[in-house]
């Protein structure tokens, strides 16, 4: 970390071989084109680079969290950016669905339903289970009422449902 906040070239290259493919995995949530996350992450980086020396290193979890932070808001930079965020109103409703079960689905094809979801459901869906995100904070980051980002929470929860279930009953 010394070497990343010194910004020598060496702790910033060791820095960037250690946490790019985490860090794309961690774009690809929320930006599911690989052109767009490479544009995503370069500009992470750069303000990651650019803020070392004014992160108070607490351990390698505290690095990562940080890292992970500052892709996330690049992240949703970007979708604002492009028009990506809709309001929970524009989007239709979904009715509630019971999941199955979920070890009959494979990761990646789990990983693909979630980046099938429309913007606003991605991003809340994975601000919420992958980042722990409370919904008041959701809708402070995002811009949205409390209650818009619960509904999307919800709704994308009933989409994933119903398109796990539909894969379950193919795949017996």
Not at 86 to 96: I, S
Not at 117 to 133: A, I, K, S
Request: aromatic share 12%; glycine share 6%; charged share 30%.
């Amino acid at each position: 970390m010394e070497q990343l906040r010194r910004q020598s070239p060496e702790g910033m290259r060791l820095f960037y071989e250690r946490y790019s493919g985490f860090l794309t995995a961690v774009c690809s949530r929320y930006v599911p084109d690989r052109a767009d996350v490479k544009d995503i992450l370069q500009d992470a980086f750069l303000q990651m680079f650019d803020a070392a020396r004014r992160f108070e290193y607490r351990g390698e979890g505290s690095l990562k969290a940080w890292a992970s932070r500052i892709a996330v808001n690049r992240a949703l930079k970007w979708l604002r950016a492009q028009g990506r965020l809709r309001r929970v109103e524009d989007l239709p409703d979904v009715p509630e669905e019971e999941v199955g079960t979920l070890e009959k689905v494979p990761p990646a094809v789990l990983q693909g339903f979630i980046r099938e979801l429309p913007d606003g459901y991605r991003t809340v869906f994975n601000l919420f289970v992958f980042e722990g995100m409370p919904h008041r904070e959701i809708a402070r980051l995002l811009g949205i009422k409390e209650d818009s980002s619960a509904s999307q929470f919800f709704r994308a929860r009933a989409v994933l449902a119903k398109k796990i279930n539909l894969y379950i009953k193919e795949h017996e």
